[in-house]
């Protein structure tokens, strides 16, 4: 037999020679045939074959016949298409890595961890839904048909469910891939095992050079991946056929393989397997879970699956692998061996996340959601695999190494516990390397059936308890008297932990725990909790209280014992009582942890704790923010309440006023002296403290049976109270638990409820406040809780920050006046459970009731008591009196009370009762301490009992005696230098508090009045009641009071109201109307006692009685009245500073004579509103030296001005070019328009240059369109050119970091400047010699051509140009460098360019019925003089010639445009600066008419070449035929038609290029194309006589067009309406004609063009159109490659100017330039762009070599920004700023907007 096998064994050996020969293709082809004959031969042959092909280093050519094996000899991509069209997936299954955007919709979302890909979302109906789109942290799958974890009705189209109506593929179809797939994963598995290093134990990372050693085979599984759900199929069963692993990877099959070095490759490799398996740790087994699967100390893989997962672990989750694996859920059969495969080696993947805790968390998570979030996979693992028994066991695991020991001592010193905690310096925690499995732990409670196997087990419940008790106690801080500790970063982790691995699992479980149902869940958890606790107790082993000195933030197991108590009496209706434990020792220790937290809290604000640095207040603020306090702070204040009701009043009043170091304070012996609280102020604040936390205590409802929706109302109103916040703000800020996980319909609800939405507004400096919600004025009386506001203020100042937002609604609507300090109102008691009535039982407290008379008396008798002591005392009073007590006892009392023993002062437990009741004497002699007068060691004996003897207390130790805590002085130092974390609210808050002083001494200079602040003074002249003094007790024993918290409520009245006699409301409180009209709803001090002491006459005869006796008033001869006092002392200091300013302002006139009073008196302020050059004539003075002093010659006044390049000229767009650019367009194409001023005059030079002189050309052109073209702006601020030389040169030698060379700041404004324009002494219409010229008197038009043509003279006298103004005229010919060689241009283009610039900031309209926005910034006229004062001195004979060629033609022979080609706007101008005459209007008027003839006369002419021959025959005799001579624009064109029928122009065959349309060319609209045509020239001309005559604009005439309007303000009316046109006009006309003629001759078509061309009706430049959805333009452009390298394009964005997409971080290649940005903006805008980031939806805005980032014009719903995509919103553009930010560009105010730009290296 074995003959027999080796001879078959030779023939196939020889059989597979000769099929390797046929290659690839012919190969497959002859198996696949062979396969369907004889299948198990061919299986012989694939393995032998493959086995032949195998190459131990290289997979290219064994990849290739992969491919054609599986495809059966078919082409690998020709064979895909045929297999996916057996695709039956129904679900997505899409795999994303890091940085995919995705979506996720929380309403059609099974699972909070559900996510769709962006293909799925788009093509599915989420409208209304509340949904966000994301950027994946770790990764993720698309859950698109996945009904496990999402709503069937959020499925897209393509995954609908019974829309897949797909037959199952033919079997010979994967035949082959049947046999090929399992080879192909066999291979993969050789290729990870022969990557094993089996020196290195556990996990690592491989190398890329390692990696690249399976790529290819990877690659190749993730193709067949990709061919749909039949050859997944085909894939999972390779994966998970425990028979195919078994034959694959035993020996036996090894056996008939021939004996080569590929034979003992792959048998080496099962020994690199075996030995691999040994070298991932797992953590150590208890005996409870010893048969665990897996915890199993040695694994054993039954299929391949299994062992790509182990390899998986083994080299720390490889991308591609975690890829091709998920890939692959979407076969259902492949689910749950992948589940199994997975928790198999979940306790390795635990030890795996300690050694590497940067790249494994991520990866972990991304597998565990896909598969833990599925509630039926859930549920198997964790009954069938004990995957809570795996999670709980591997956290212990991990946590092990980093216990160390408890060192919570007592309060005497001593510390001889045996608990352990977890350290925050270990990298476990510090790193937090536990939170990829308290996410899947957490995953896991979410669903019931997992909840309900957790508690079933109490074995498990102890393994979590365990676990919570070495996290309880943790970061424990202890206080320091002598050194400072330096930062530590660890407390964060301390809290994180907390957070993150307590207090997320607690919620989940105790979600489960709301119905009846659930109880025996919520008993077992409570009896676990509190023997866990008990174990702490004995594990601490205190004897006494804890240490005063130390305390941790960290007590999690105490939590889950409150939050479970809270659910299962509110929620679960169970008995109070019985849930709690039975002794009073218990209670009490436990009581001593959270109220140690509250102590410290108070002592951290009063500086006992500075010596701890900064951390320590991090911490205190940490444990108040809203993502902590639900879990800490709420519970903590709900344990209090919970010793409450098990714990007598007395005891709990006590043992909060020893923790809080008061009852010292308390005493009335002066000799007494307080031996913890040794500083100044200390006392008062932590008496404060004690009196807030019984407030909070009592008052605090937040586990008291508040409802979901009381509670969420509260906590929104709380934020709100603070401070306007924004709709994600108070998302975000809502404290977490598990009531308000999906809150969105009651959170919206709530908002409209309680708040007002503040739309988004622009801000000073550039900036824009987004959409807030405010909260309604009306809700501040009924609805504002100090208690709740002070437990959700971060830092104290946000507390403050409410209680002045309170005062201010309270004045603002009426309800307080006058400058009292406002009390804040408390709330009143509410209903709450019945089970926590004993809470409220405090306010009857006897001992609370001496510690209120206390106060109250030392706050009539001495001045150190605080305002917020007092109104917290009434706050308890006025609470005490809202409740009445269980039952009343009484107990007798003496007539003298033991000082401290404040339980003994009071005969009832009823305040009602008390508070008239009167303390005589007070016994000052104090009894010894003793077991019974200390209640924590009283009750100690009780938890306790069996031990027999209890430490003696040690004398006071050293550290105790001297000194607790730093100097105050130093206190405060610190506190100022650290108090607030936020350097930019500091900044705030100093720029605040200068500019207070700064109008404080205005108001004195303005009004000679200083007001005092009411708080400056003191109570200094007020009597007090005799204090015994320390000589007088040392005689004494006892004191005489004689008073009752009545008669000192009465006291404390008059003393806050200045000695008003308290008297009762007529009608009393139960009247209805005794709170309406004028009764205010608010006040002071007096105001809130007033109110309490008619609620106790109303409720009690005796105080009623009592009430009506009150003290006489003083007699006015002894009464000081401190309010007259302080006014005459402030009249006083008034007068002495008076005098002192008098004093120094005759000093500095007697040093400065040449300063009259007069001009040292005025102010003169200059107007921004209209052009600086118009106040010539005014008095004008230097910002710098202040000093109107008359400017010279040599140091003139100059206007402080920004000179910038600008090209937003050339983005003007023809007026009907119909393409609109929009950007994101459904075609991918963006639209922009064909005919823009750029690309119209680049056509008019080219043409022109062919056929004149470069020079001409640039002159007949449209200036202005140029990229070098300049800007000139001021501020409206001037300076002596001296004063800005010095100026510049001082920020120069300081370095200024925030300017470049030759920039500044206006000294006044602080705006940016880079130049100093000189204002010219003389107006435009002065002689040389300083005479005016008569302005009124009118000229004939002979008589001003007359003038203007002996203006030509060489002997014409001209002014001399100033140096000032020949250097700023040079400064902005730097740009033009190209264009010095062409004489006159760069300058006219200079005038232009603002002329047109400043049409466009009035919107292209000069006319408006509404007033016309006047350019603030524009300085023409003082441009104009300077400028005409330079071509007044070079520009001779030019002159004469442009004249003539107005008047007379182009000379014979002229290489120069013929005047029908030139632009009228460029000869007006070179006109009125060139001309040498003194201009009056009258000359102004002339130039203009003139030049305007020549504009209706190109119109025209343009516009017979688009007659045809009939009409221009019927329009050439028309004015004869009709006989009408009045309108001149007919006979012009009559002429026009009339020269050129019969010359060149009309020529046959030439066609302009033009729109042929259907017009009858009547009167009008002819008219109405002359109006078009010449509006531009009309409206530059307006401008002009403006700004150099100082007329106004006019206004809008009814039924008047802008174009009449103006004619009449140019007086062109009858000379384009009535005035004929006589003989020389036509003659002109002619000889215009002829000149033109002569051009047409060598090109008709070009000489039409250019007709065309010359008056284009250009509109308003805009940026770009967006889309109202941002989605639509992320969607399109986040998926651009770059032109380059075609790879994804880095950081993309949108140019708003011109629409290109560019990169404004190209890192893609190195073909791309790296500053795009700054290169693009200087092609496009001359240096100045603005972009839309694609991927933050940010406005980037980039000015020269500066950029900033500027606010978003896309908002959310709320009115909100989303920047960096971060929340996910849709966002809608905001019209209001877009056009805002199309403003700033047009009218060039980006530098002056955006304060933040920072100069960065852009090219």
């Given at each position: ?90 679900r997505c299954g899409l795999v994303w890595t890091a940085n995919f955007v995705a979506y996720r919709c929380r309403t059609c979302g099974v699972t909070p961890c559900m996510s769709i890909c962006s293909d799925c979302f788009h093509n599915s109906d989420h409208t209304g839904h509340d949904f966000n789109m994301f950027r994946s942290h770790a990764g993720g799958a698309c859950d698109c048909g996945d009904v496990h974890a999402m709503r069937h009705t959020g499925f897209c189209s393509n995954h609908v469910p019974g829309k897949r109506s797909v037959q199952k593929p033919p079997a010979h179809l994967l035949a082959m891939a049947e046999l090929v797939v399992p080879r192909i994963v066999y291979h993969f598995v050789l290729r990870l095992r022969k990557l094993c290093q089996p020196e290195r134990n556990g996990s690592y990372k491989l190398t890329e050079v390692m990696k690249e050693q399976y790529t290819q085979v990877s690659q190749l599984l993730d193709d067949l991946s990709k061919m749909g759900g039949a ?922 004579p040449q300063i009259s009073v007069e001009s040292a008196k005025q102010i003169e302020s200059v107007s921004m509103e209209t052009d600086p050059v118009s106040s010539l004539e005014e008095q004008i003075e230097c910002v710098i030296c202040t000093q109107p002093i008359p400017a010279s010659e040599d140091n003139p006044l100059g206007a402080v001005v920004l000179v910038q390049t600008t090209n937003v000229l050339n983005h003007r767009s023809v007026v009907g070019d119909a393409l609109e650019h929009e950007a994101g367009c459904s075609n991918d194409v963006i639209r922009k328009p064909t005919k823009t001023s750029h690309v119209i005059n680049q056509q008019k030079k080219v043409i022109l240059t062919q056929f004149f002189k470069e020079e001409s050309s640039y002159f007949a052109a449209s200036l202005g369109c140029s990229s070098s073209d300049v800007h000139i702006q001021t501020c409206g601020h001037f300076l002596h050119l001296q004063c800005h030389a010095n100026y510049v040169k001082s920020l120069r ?511």
């Open positions: 037999m074995k003959i027999i096998t080796t001879n078959m064994a030779e023939v196939i050996d020889d059989e597979v020679d000769g099929i390797a020969k046929l290659g690839p293709k012919f190969a497959a082809i002859h198996i696949d045939k062979k396969l369907k004959v004889s299948p198990q031969l061919a299986k012989r042959q694939i393995n032998l074959l493959l086995h032949r092909l195998l190459d131990t280093n290289d997979d290219t050519d064994c990849v290739v016949w992969y491919r054609y094996l599986v495809a059966a000899g078919n082409e690998f991509y020709d064979f895909k298409s045929e297999v996916l069209k057996y695709d039956d997936a129904s050859m997944k199929h085909v894939i999972c069963q390779s994966l998970c056929n425990p028979e195919i692993y078994k034959i694959l990877s035993s020996t036996e099959d090894l056996a008939v393989l021939p004996n080569d070095d590929k034979k003992k490759f792959k048998e080496s490799s099962i020994d690199e397997y075996y030995a691999a398996l040994l070298t991932l740790p797992t953590p150590s087994i208890p005996e409870i879970i010893q048969d665990c699967p897996g915890l199993s100390q040695i694994l054993v893989h039954t299929s391949f699956l299994q062992e790509i997962m182990f390899w998986m672990v083994k080299y720390e989750f490889p991308e591609k692998i975690i890829t091709f694996l998920l890939s692959l859920l979407t076969d259902m059969e492949y689910k749950k061996p992948f589940t199994d495969a997975f928790v198999m080696h979940y306790s390795r993947i635990c030890m795996s996340l300690v050694r590497s805790p940067e790249v494994i968390p991520d990866r972990v998570v991304h597998i565990s959601v896909q598969v833990l979030s599925n509630e039926v996979l859930a549920t198997h693992v964790v009954k069938n695999l004990q995957l809570f028994h795996i999670m709980i066991l591997s956290i212990q695991e991990m946590v092990r190494s980093s216990l160390t020991d408890c060192k919570i001592k007592d309060e005497y010193g001593t510390n001889v516990n045996f608990h352990q905690v977890v350290s925050c310096s270990n990298q476990v925690i510090r790193n937090h390397s536990y939170w990829p499995i308290i996410s899947d732990l957490t995953n896991l409670m979410s669903h019931k059936p997992c909840v309900d196997v957790f508690f079933a087990s109490p074995d498990l419940i102890r393994m979590w308890t365990s676990l919570l008790l070495t996290f309880t106690g943790i970061n424990l801080n202890e206080r320091e008297h002598e050194q400072h500790l330096e930062f530590s970063p660890h407390y964060y982790a301390a809290f994180t932990a907390e957070v993150e691995a307590c207090a997320a699992p607690m919620w989940q479980l105790v979600s489960h725990c709301k119905t009846s149902e659930t109880i025996e869940f919520s008993k077992m958890m409570i009896s676990v909790c509190a023997e866990e606790i008990q174990d702490w107790f004995d594990a601490l082993n205190l004897n006494s209280a804890p240490s005063p000195m130390q305390f941790s933030f960290h007590l999690p197991l105490l939590r889950h014992l409150a939050l479970f108590i809270s659910f299962a009496v509110n929620k679960q209706s169970q008995v109070l009582q019985p849930l709690l434990p039975n002794t009073d020792g218990y209670m009490l220790q436990l009581m001593m942890f959270p109220l140690q937290i509250q102590v410290c809290l108070y002592e951290i604000f009063a500086g006992m704790w500075i010596r701890n640095g900064l951390q320590i207040k991090a911490q205190a603020m940490t444990y108040s923010q809203c993502h902590f306090c639900s879990s800490m702070l709420d519970l903590d204040i709900f344990l209090l309440q919970l010793c409450t009701c098990k714990l007598k009043s007395d005891v709990v009043i006590t043992t909060i006023l020893e923790r809080y170091h008061v009852l010292d304070y308390l005493s009335l012996n002066p000799r007494h002296t307080n031996t913890f609280l040794k500083k100044e102020g200390q006392e008062m604040v932590m008496l404060e403290g004690a009196l807030y936390l019984l407030l909070a205590v009592i008052n605090t409802r937040v586990h008291l049976g508040m409802s979901n929706y009381e509670l969420l109302k509260s906590e929104v109103i709380a934020m709100l109270c603070m401070k306007e916040k924004t709709h994600s703000q108070l998302l975000d800020q809502i404290p977490e638990r598990s009531e308000v996980l999906s809150i969105s319909d009651m959170f919206e609800d709530i908002l409209k409820e309680v708040a007002d939405f503040k739309d988004p507004t622009q801000l000073s400096g550039g900036n824009f406040r987004q959409g807030q919600y405010v909260l309604k004025p009306e809700l501040w009386m009924s609805e504002f809780d100090p208690i709740m506001v002070q437990m959700r203020s971060m830092q104290r100042k946000d507390y403050q920050a409410a209680l002045d937002n309170y005062t201010a609604i309270m004045k603002q609507s009426g309800k307080h006046i006058g400058s009292d300090v406002l009390w804040p109102a408390y709330q009143p008691l509410k209903d709450i459970n019945q089970e926590f009535k004993p809470v409220q039982q405090l306010l009857h407290s006897r001992t609370l009731h001496a510690a209120l008379f206390l106060v109250l008396h030392k706050a009539v008798n001495e001045k150190d008591v605080s305002e917020p002591v007092m109104y917290q005392c009434i706050a308890l009073i006025s609470l005490a009196l809202q409740c009445q007590p269980n039952d009343i006892t009484q107990v007798e009392v003496g007539d003298t009370c033991n000082d401290m023993e404040l339980s003994d002062w009071f005969p009832y437990n009823n305040m009602l009762k008390n508070i008239s009741y009167t303390i005589k004497t007070i016994e000052l002699t104090r009894k010894e301490k003793t077991d019974s007068s200390n209640p924590f060691r009283a009750l100690l004996k009780d938890l306790h009992a069996e031990n027999s003897t209890f430490p003696v207390e040690p004398p006071v130790q050293a550290a105790f005696a001297g000194n607790l805590g730093p100097d105050l002085d130093d206190i405060h130092m610190e506190m100022a230098d650290n108090d607030d974390i936020d350097d930019e609210e500091d900044d705030e808050e100093e720029e605040e508090f200068f500019d207070a002083i700064q109008n404080a001494m205005d108001i004195i200079e303005m009004t000679g009045v200083i007001e005092i602040p009411p708080q400056a003074t003191a109570y200094d002249e007020e009597e007090k009641a005799p204090i015994p003094s320390a000589t007088d007790t040392a005689k004494c024993t006892s004191v005489d009071i004689n008073e009752s918290m009545l008669s000192l409520l009465v006291k404390l009245y008059s003393k806050l109201s200045n000695d008003k006699v308290y008297k009762r409301q007529a009608t009393g409180s139960t009247d209805p109307k005794a709170d309406s009209g004028c009764d205010p709803k608010a006040g002071s001090g007096p105001y809130y006692i007033g109110k309490l002491l008619d609620r106790l006459a109303e409720l009690s005869k005796e105080c009623a009685d009592r009430l009506q006796v009150h003290p006489k008033k003083r007699q006015e001869e002894d009464n000081v009245d401190a309010v007259s006092e302080r006014k005459r002392k402030a009249l006083e200091r008034q007068q002495h500073l008076l005098a002192k300013f008098a004093s120094q302002q005759k000093q500095f006139l007697e040093e400065n030698l300081s370095r200024h970091n925030l300017i470049q060379q030759g920039e500044y700041l206006c000294p006044m404004c602080r705006q940016l400047a880079n130049s100093f324009l000189p204002c010219s002494k003389q107006s435009l219409q002065d002689d040389p010699d300083g005479s005016q010229v008569d302005s009124t008197r009118e000229l004939d038009d002979h008589r001003i051509r007359q003038q203007i043509e002996g203006s030509f003279r060489k002997d014409f006298k001209l002014n001399i140009l100033p140096d000032s103004v020949r250097n700023f005229l040079m400064q902005i010919l730097k740009p033009k460098e190209f264009l010095e060689r062409i004489n006159g241009v760069a300058l006219i283009n200079t005038v232009r360019t603002n002329l047109e610039l400043d049409l466009i900031n009035r919107n292209g309209c000069l006319v408006s019925k509404q007033p016309c926005p006047v350019p603030k910034r524009s300085c023409v006229g003082m441009l104009l003089h300077g400028i005409r004062a330079q071509y007044q001195s070079t520009l001779r004979s030019k002159l004469q010639e442009l004249w003539e060629l107005l008047l007379k033609g182009t000379p014979d022979g002229s290489d120069s445009p013929p005047a029908l080609l030139r632009n009228p706007v460029n000869l007006l101008l070179q006109l009125i600066v060139s001309i040498r005459l003194p201009l009056s209007i009258h000359h102004f008027q002339y130039i203009a008419k003139v030049v305007w003839r020549l504009t209706c006369t190109q119109i025209l002419t343009a516009l017979s070449c688009r007659f045809t021959q009939e009409e221009r025959l019927a329009w050439k005799e028309k004015p004869k035929r009709m006989g009408f001579g009045g309108c001149p624009v007919e006979k012009i064109l009559s002429s026009v038609i009339g020269y050129f029928i019969r010359g060149k122009l009309y020529q046959e065959g030439a066609h302009m290029d033009v729109e042929i349309t259907s017009t009858v060319w009547t009167r009008g609209s002819i008219l109405n194309e002359v109006e078009q045509g010449s509006m531009n020239f009309i409206q530059i001309a307006s401008l002009l006589q403006h700004y150099l005559y100082r007329v106004d604009l006019p206004a809008s005439k009814e039924g008047e067009s802008e174009f009449d309007t103006l004619l009449s303000y140019l007086k062109l009316t009858n000379v384009v309406r009535n005035d004929d046109v006589n003989t020389s006009d036509l003659a002109t006309i002619l000889k215009w004609c002829t000149e033109l003629d002569n051009v047409a001759i060598r090109s008709v078509s070009q000489t039409q063009q250019l007709l065309a061309l010359n008056h284009a009706n250009y509109s308003v430049p805009h940026l770009i159109q967006l889309p109202h959805d941002f989605s639509k333009l992320f969607q399109h452009y986040s998926k651009q490659k770059c032109n380059l390298c075609y790879a994804a394009l880095k950081s993309p964005a949108l140019c708003l100017v011109c629409g290109n997409l560019i990169s404004l971080n190209a890192t893609c290649c190195k073909l791309r330039p790296k500053n795009e940005g700054g290169l693009h903006a200087s092609v496009c805008g001359s240096g100045t762009a603005i972009y839309l980031s694609i991927d933050s939806s940010n406005i980037m805005i980039y000015r020269g070599n500066r950029s900033c980032t500027w606010s978003s014009v896309y908002l959310d719903h709320y009115g909100e920004e989303d920047s960096g995509l971060k929340r996910g919103k849709p966002l809608i553009l905001n019209e209001a700023r877009y056009s805002f930010l199309e403003n700033l560009w047009r009218n060039h105010t980006l530098d002056h907007n955006c304060k933040r730009l920072i100069q960065m290296n852009l090219y």
